[in-house]
Every structure is written in structure tokens, then in C-alpha cells.
């Protein structure tokens, strides 16, 4: 467990600043890239669990990078290049201060809030009589503020973020139509192989004045998926779904009395418990993508990690 990518202290030639998010390391190189390295850090109820997750962050680096190219068409986003398992270059684009999340499906905190008499997300009424993972009429829109480390997102209206003047409505309105749009694709790609995309998170920025998609797209940390195979049978007798999402370790805190609030402790993280972990992601990666998942030699992977970066800066052409 000692490989796993928990910290990163790279200097990198005509490196600007550094931001260290709950999972990913962002360097800036003279403002005109930035470098993202996927750490294996993985946190739950906006909190870092005290374990790295071994290949983690190669997991979600290539799902995120595979999902990218596909959705090109879609919107334009920030992927330059991808130099090493783990690390993502792309364009430095400033970004909006909300996360769109999209559900098509009453499940997570959004199933929790309802079960507790909550009717209205983000200014979307729900309906009575819904039931736990029951798949909306359309997919909804229920945006969130972008909390600092170690403090919560908050859910925001539509409304409340033209008002106030949070992002100007037209560009509002173009991140809406390339999130559902997104979605589709993410849904349509999950269909073929045998998963139903539950909700997911987007990121967006703004460069040379065009909205572009930013940060990691369809991975089990910015997405939940369902097996498809029996999900109609789960659903009608109220059993649980089959999942590959990152759920299983918020509940597994949940049952051990955790859920990110103030004066609990984080469960102790068992070898075996992380190694099930490791296992979970590359499961979904090789169901989401169809393909076996290569773990990357990581030995000396913070030498790899930093000879790769350095190579791809000293070599990119405009």
C-alpha cells in the first residue's frame, strides 16, 4: 500500500503555483498550461480519507481522458494531452464557481434529503410517492456551489445564480444545454456496455471567451453507475442496486458512524478494506470502458510521473 500517490511536491520549469484539491494536484506552467496530476488521495463527505487508493488516480485520469475526446463534439474542453497514466495537461481556462450536477435517477443525497420530506432541489419540484432509485421523467439539473477544502457544496438555484450574478445567464444557459447534452452521450456510451449512468458532475471554464468542459468527466468519483442487467427487478421488489461508484464508501463511513461532521472520526482503513477499493475502481473502468485495465509500473512512480511531465513541456509545439 506504500506506492500509493498520496503527496506531490514537483517544481516544474516555469512553474507558476500549485493547488492541491481533495484529490487532484494542479500546476501551473507560466499560465499557459496546467498540469493535473490524479492523485490516489480519495475523499468522501468532502473530506480525505487518511488512505491512498493504489492506481486510483490512473483509473480516473484515463476514464476522464477517454471521455473527453468523446464528448469533443459536444463542447470544447480543456484535455492538451495526457503524458503520463496519471496526469492530464490542458489549457489554463478560468473556472465558473458551480458544479452542474445532472441526476436521472432519485438516489444518493438526493434519495436521503427526499426520504427526510424534502420536495424541491435546487428549485425543482419533485413529485410525491417516488421511491429510492426510481429514474426521473428527464434528467435534472441541481447545480452546487464549489465549496474550499474541507467545507460542503451547497445546492443553488438556477435562479439564485443569475441573480446573483454568479456566472451572466447566457453562459449559464450554454454550460444547461452542454451538461444534458454530456449527459446523453455519457448515457448512451454507459448503455452499450451494459451500465445505466445514474448522476455525474461537470466542470466548466472560460477561455478566450467560450465556455469550455473542465477537470474529470464519467468517473467513479464525479459519476455514479448501475448495472443495467436487473435493475428493473432490484427496483420493483425495493432491493438495493447493483452499483460501481464510489456510494459503497460513503456508506461503509455511514455505517461507521461518519459522515463529515464536526467531532466524528474517520473509521480506520483496513489494508484489505483499501485493496477492495483498488479492486472497485478498476472494475468500473474495465466495465465503463470495455477494456482490461494495464496498471502502470509504479515502483518509482514519482520519478515516472515527473521524467514524463518534464519530457512532454520540453517537447509540446503549440
Not at 163 to 169: F, L, T, V, Y
Request: charged content about 30%; proline content about 4%.
Amino acid at each position: 500500500m506504500t506506492k500509493a500517490i498520496v503527496k506531490t511536491d514537483f517544481n516544474f520549469p516555469n512553474q507558476k503555483s500549485v493547488y492541491k484539491g481533495k484529490v487532484r494536484d494542479v500546476y501551473n506552467i507560466d499560465d499557459k498550461f496546467l498540469v493535473m496530476v490524479v492523485s490516489d488521495r480519495i475523499s468522501a463527505f468532502d473530506v480525505v480519507l487518511p488512505k491512498g487508493i493504489p492506481y486510483k488516480g490512473q483509473v480516473l485520469n484515463q476514464i476522464a481522458a477517454k471521455f473527453l475526446d468523446a464528448t469533443s463534439d459536444i463542447v470544447p474542453n480543456w484535455k492538451i494531452a495526457t503524458p503520463d497514466p496519471t496526469v492530464t495537461v490542458g489549457h489554463v481556462c478560468k473556472p465558473y464557481a458551480i458544479e452542474m450536477i445532472v441526476r436521472g435517477y432519485l438516489t444518493g443525497s438526493s434519495w436521503r434529503e427526499y426520504k427526510n420530506g424534502v420536495r424541491e432541489i435546487c428549485g425543482i419540484p419533485l413529485p410525491d410517492g417516488m421511491k429510492e432509485h426510481q429514474r426521473f421523467a428527464e434528467p435534472i439539473l441541481t447545480p452546487t456551489t464549489k465549496a474550499e477544502l474541507g467545507l460542503h457544496d451547497e445546492n443553488i438555484s438556477r435562479e439564485e445564480i443569475i441573480a446573483q450574478g454568479i456566472i451572466p445567464e447566457e453562459e449559464y444557459k450554454k454550460m444547461e444545454e452542454y451538461s444534458l447534452k454530456l449527459f446523453k452521450r455519457g448515457s448512451e456510451i454507459a448503455a452499450k456496455m451494459g451500465l445505466i449512468l445514474v448522476d455525474t458532475k461537470y466542470e466548466f471554464g472560460k477561455k478566450d471567451n467560450q465556455v469550455y468542459l473542465i477537470d474529470e468527466i464519467h468517473t467513479p468519483d464525479s459519476s455514479r453507475y448501475f448495472y443495467a442487467n436487473g435493475y428493473e427487478e432490484r427496483f420493483a421488489k425495493g432491493e438495493q442496486q447493483k452499483q460501481l461508484s464510489k456510494e459503497f464508501v460513503r456508506e461503509w463511513l455511514m455505517e461507521n458512524n461518519f459522515k463529515g461532521e464536526k467531532g466524528q472520526t474517520v473509521p480506520e482503513m483496513t489494508d484489505d478494506f483499501v485493496t477492495l477499493i483498488s479492486e472497485r475502481y478498476i472494475e468500473l473502468y474495465e466495465n465503463i470502458i470495455g477494456e482490461k485495465f494495464i496498471k502502470s509500473d509504479i515502483s518509482e512512480v514519482h520519478n515516472r510521473i515527473e521524467k514524463n511531465i518534464n519530457e512532454f513541456l520540453k517537447n509540446y509545439k503549440n
